[in-house]
């Protein structure tokens, strides 16, 4: 594989640990600036806000611009985003400046996508995706706890100053690293909206949309199912969600491997495991070992589907997968909305710690289901990774392989 994807990796490990470890530092951050913790919690909604604002306005914007200077540009945005929140004096100007941090993440991982495919040989594109969001991936296994540590031993606006840190350096390696990369023909506004008119590509966004919000309706509720069901003390947890990291490694990376293989059957069996997976969960939470077992289980099964579905994006997509290949970020933050408010509800209606679980497995299924409906649908047409025309071929030949 190209070292330039280690590059994408290092920018992508950045904004894993500034999206993830807010949560674990919302306390610290109430405390200094001197707000409740619920209103402190705005400061994850408003870098939810910035992802699917920036996804679709940065990437139409910079759509005639050189790739190769719009990943530079982005991994630059993550740095100065965070360096904002680092120094911000008052709680306003941080959720301003978490809102500027998100913007750069789904135009980044978007582009990211589209250029990690473009780097490698066709056969092997799923896996050149995956290993770019193994640095989300590696993110919560590594930067989310350390980082987290590093906010309650030397405050928040110090773990903040190490993302600053890491978003630079991957700046830097994708300046040296990423070779510069072809336009897609016709690029442009009206060539990348033209993408939308794809059914298979609604479809696509559908599977997120549904299917992925069953693992946030679980993941959101993790940490109470943890203590009041499983019986593991608070202390605990962060290895528990380590747990969860390292299931989304290998997830992301199994499923890299089996989608340039059989892109759309590897699709169906990550979301009919993961709705397996969830729905065992509501039975192996009453016991500490098997809850951890599953908690890997899930996190496998959840990130399995990522480089699958964007993948199956860029492809059909066609010769303008930039915007599209963003806008599933989008969609992934509309899963995380939605799963997280059905899962209250199951909550609020007194059916358990475990219903947010099976709330996760129904909606997992359901995600299933349209996966399967939409391969059914274009049986006739060819679904290989190989068969899609993109440019790869200049940026194999200059980027060398490691």
């Known amino acids: 594989m190209p070292l330039a994807l280690v590059a994408l990796a290092i920018t992508a490990f950045a904004i894993g ?4 470890a807010a949560m674990g530092l919302l306390p610290q951050v109430a405390d200094s600036l001197h707000v409740s913790i619920p209103h402190a919690g705005w400061l994850i909604s408003m870098y939810a806000i910035g992802v699917v604002i920036g996804a679709p306005l940065l990437t139409v914007g910079a759509a005639r611009l050189p790739r190769k200077a719009v990943l530079v540009g982005l991994a630059a945005l993550v740095a100065g985003g965070n360096l904002l929140c680092a120094i911000a004096p008052s709680f306003g100007f941080l959720a301003a400046a978490r809102l500027i941090a998100g913007l750069p993440h ?4 978007g582009a990211g996508a589209v250029a990690a495919a473009e780097l490698v040989a066709p056969h092997l594109r799923a896996r050149a995706v995956s290993v770019m969001f193994s640095g989300l991936t590696v993110a919560n296994i590594l930067g989310v706890p350390a980082a987290t540590l590093l906010g309650q031993r030397l405050g928040w606006r110090a773990a903040m100053l190490v993302v600053v840190v890491i978003g630079l350096l991957g700046t830097l390696a994708i300046a040296r690293l990423v070779p510069s990369l072809p336009t897609h023909p016709g690029g442009g506004l009206r060539s990348e909206l033209a993408a939308f008119r794809s059914g298979q590509l609604w479809y696509a966004l559908a599977t997120v949309v549904f299917g992925c919000a069953g693992l946030f309706a679980c993941y959101s ?24 990291g390292v299931g989304m490694t290998l997830g992301n990376a199994i499923g890299g491997y089996a989608a340039d293989r059989a892109l759309r059957p590897s699709l169906c069996a990550a979301f009919l495991v993961m709705s397996g997976a969830l729905a065992l969960f509501a039975v192996t939470a009453h016991a500490r070992w098997s809850a951890a077992v599953t908690v890997v289980l899930i996190g496998m099964a959840g990130f399995a589907a990522v480089p699958t579905v964007q993948t199956l994006v860029i492809q059909k997509a066609r010769s303008a997968p930039t915007l599209a290949s963003a806008t599933v970020q989008g969609a992934f933050n509309l899963a995380n ?11 609020s209606a007194g059916l358990g710690w475990t219903s947010p679980t099976l709330v996760g497995a129904g909606l997992a299924f359901l995600g299933f289901l349209i996966a399967a409906g939409a391969w059914a649908a274009d049986r006739g047409v060819p679904v290989s990774v190989a068969d899609q025309p993109v440019a790869a071929e200049p940026a194999v030949a200059s980027a060398g392989v490691s």
């Open 337 to 347: 909305a939605q799963g997280a408010a059905y899962g209250g509800l199951a909550l």
């Open 106 to 109: 789904g135009a980044f991982f």
């Open 17 to 20: 640990t500034t999206e993830f």
């Open 221 to 244: 509720y993790i940490t109470p199912v943890l203590t009041e069901v499983a019986g593991f003390a608070d202390s605990s947890v962060t290895v528990i969600l380590a747990l969860f």
